[in-house]
C-alpha cells in the first residue's frame, strides 16, 4: 500500500487541535522548558529556519487554528532529510516521536507541491476496552 500523506508527531496532544502535537512544536517546547543545550537549540533554528524559507506558511496555521500539517509523501524526500535531524534531537532528549503515514488526513483546506493542512475533528474519542478477541488458554 502506497501512502499519501506524511507526519511527524509524538504522544502529547495540542490544546488547540486536540491532536497529536508535530514535530516542531514539541522541538519548540523543549526549548522553551529550557531542556535543550544551546548547541543543539542553535541547530533546531537552523532547521526551523530552513523550513520557514522553503516551505510556504499556511495562514491557518498562523491563526492556530484546529489544524495539522502533512508532507505529501511523493515531494517528501528532502523534506524528510532535512528533518531527520529534529528527529535526533528529540531522541537525544528522549522524547518520543512517531513517523506517522495515511491516505485520509481530515478535509484539506490547504495544499501546496510540499504539504496540505487539514482540519481535526477537535475531539477525541475515547473507547472502553474490547473484549479480548485471543484464544482462550
Not at 500500500?1 to 511527524?8: G, T
Not at 532529510?81 to 478535509?107: D, Q, S
Amino acid at each position: 500500500m502506497q501512502f499519501k500523506y506524511a507526519r511527524i508527531q509524538g504522544n502529547e496532544v495540542a490544546k488547540n487541535t486536540m491532536y497529536a502535537k508535530g514535530i516542531f512544536s514539541m522541538c519548540w517546547q523543549l526549548i522553551r522548558d529550557d531542556v535543550m543545550d544551546e548547541e543543539d537549540v542553535d541547530l533546531f533554528k537552523e532547521i526551523d529556519s530552513w523550513f520557514a524559507e522553503t516551505l510556504p506558511w499556511p495562514e491557518a496555521c498562523k491563526n492556530q487554528e484546529p489544524v495539522v500539517c502533512w508532507f505529501k509523501t511523493e515531494n517528501a524526500d528532502e523534506m524528510l532529510k532535512m528533518i531527520r535531524p529534529a528527529m535526533w534531537l528529540l531522541e537525544r532528549y528522549n522524547h518520543p516521536c512517531f513517523l506517522v503515514y495515511t491516505n485520509t488526513p481530515g478535509e484539506i483546506i490547504y495544499e501546496d507541491h510540499y504539504q496540505v493542512v487539514a482540519k481535526t475533528p477537535g475531539f477525541i474519542q475515547i473507547d472502553e476496552v474490547q473484549e479480548s478477541w485471543s484464544p482462550e488458554d
